[in-house]
């Protein structure tokens, strides 16, 4: 498949889907490497960047999918009628922060890192879709494990993990730290 052709079939492809859509799937159905669906993919962002389109493409882990600009969300807010969601409490925000970090883990470890009952943030947190149910860990009473989700890596404007600020620990200076810098993240997204 031609790089022009390629890019096309992309920006068809993920804006058909309207959310994330695996590099692997992509390979498959449109029989190319994964590095080609990747390079095509960020001339295609860079291309819609520098026309100041209103969509761009994001890289989130091995997914892409086609959004909005950010500058034009209030128009899309007001448009849409949609409502902003509601801003993250600072247990909400610390009991994200822990589990982004330190994940797969459960309520009960989040519990014991902050210290006080965390099931009404882990909740929100499931209801918000910025962590999700993977599983359960392999001891008496089978706790649940929760791990962040793809909505959280946009909320925070990451494309991976990896870009989460360095901690030593999740408590003291440090996971206060990360808190704020959370937060700042999470404000100026919103």
Do not use: H, W
């Not at 920006?11 to 799937?25: C, D, H, Q, S, T």
């Not at 449109?30 to 001339?43: F, Q, S, Y």
């Not at 801003?87 to 006080?116: D, H």
Request: proline share 5%.
């Amino acid at each position: 498949m031609e790089p022009e052709e390629l890019e096309r079939a992309l920006e068809a492809i993920l804006f058909a889907a309207g959310e994330p859509v695996e590099l692997k799937r992509l390979s498959e159905a449109l029989c190319v490497d994964p590095a080609d669906i990747l390079e095509a993919a960020g001339k295609l962002a860079d291309d819609l960047a520098f026309e100041r389109r209103g969509v761009r493409i994001v890289r989130l882990e091995n997914a892409l999918q086609m959004c909005s600009g950010g500058e034009f969300a209030d128009l899309i807010t007001k448009t849409l009628e949609t409502r902003k969601p509601p801003k993250l409490s600072s247990s909400q925000l610390e009991a994200l922060t822990i589990i982004a970090y330190y994940q797969p883990v459960t309520k009960a470890y989040v519990e014991q890192l902050r210290g006080v009952d965390s099931a009404y943030s882990v909740g929100a947190l499931l209801n918000k879709k910025l962590i999700e149910e993977c599983g359960r860990l392999d001891v008496p009473g089978r706790p649940i494990l929760y791990r962040t989700t793809p909505d959280f890596l946009r909320t925070f404007g990451l494309q991976s993990l990896e870009e989460l600020p360095e901690i030593e620990s999740a408590g003291g200076v440090e996971g206060k730290q990360t808190q704020i810098t959370m937060e700042e993240q999470l404000e100026q997204t919103l």
